[in-house]
């Protein structure tokens, strides 16, 4: 194992020189120089859930501050479906349940990046891609999917050809990977999410840390995380997340420890007493929102009523997947990832209907197990 920190393939197989592979681990032990991501980017689940049950319980004149504190905090991504086709995008999700006669069911694509630097109008947050999520709200916003698409997915990107996925970031920013994305899986993307790694540390850290379950010893970096439970501050979030060497599925199992990090430090916000003390909850809820970014089609009002009708999401009710796959290959002299279009057009049309997490059995395959490596 080099003690390097390998560099994230960018198209065709060279090295995007905003990007890193950085992998790392973490059981409790270690102090080595911090790798590079940050995926399971604490993301916009947890901020939004966490946000709707501040909401719950503040009255009127409450409104207008925790808009100020905490959704302002949020910053913005301009002009990002400015430059698509709108003649050529999906159509709006048609879901079959009797709950979108209230609601619609509303996607995100979530992104994540290394670091939050300022961001303007029109301007990229970061150029690292390689944790790609779609994340779905039902239409009764009491279940939510977030279904992976492993960074080196060799798909069609407009204007460019076949490439990895994430190149399409890096040849046009959050704009290109939207399209691709549609394009990719005929579902509509309506609103964009950057997360920053650097502040899901911290939030792991202002948590005290987060338990989670490894299926086999493995270590990485100045870690090694034993089989059984694992307690993770943020340092050892940091490397355990960003491992695929040594793991047998590479990359795979890289895409299903962000997840499973996503999953518990989820689950932590509701049994740590985060909720019973409003001066950890302040504290929470300012270092959660200060870690992401949005497109600028989310108002502060928008963004905070959304999360007030995700309220009743818990983690119970989050499926997690990743999209289907053939195998690996090799393109020129990029290890490139094939996806499964036959069983991924079933996917796709069950999140387009609402109705996955009613089919989720069918993708067993796909979806995050309680024990991965």
Known sequence: MSDREPGQDGPAGESLPHETSGDGGGSVDGGV???????????????????GVVLAVVAGGGFWYLTERYAGNIERVGDVFD???????????SPTSEAAASNDPITFLLVGSDTRADIAAGELPDARSDAIMIARFSADRQHAQVISIPRDSWVDIPGHGKDKINAAYAYGGPTLLIETVEQLTGVRIDHYAAIGFDGLIDVTDELGGVDVYVAETTS???YTFTAGMNHLDGDAARWYVGQRYDLPGGDFDRVKRQQNYLRSMFSKLFTDGVFSSPGKLDSVLLTVTGAVAVDDGLSNTDLLGLAYSLRGLTPDTIDFFTAPVLGTGTEGAASVVYLNPTTGARMWGYLNTDSLSQNADEFDDEALSETPR
């Open 33 to 51: 120089p911090v790798p590079r991501r940050r995926p399971r980017l604490r993301r916009v689940l947890i901020s939004l859930g966490v946000i």
């Open 83 to 93: 430059g698509l086709d709108e003649s050529s995008r999906p159509a709006e999700a």
């Open 220 to 222: 990485w970096g100045a």
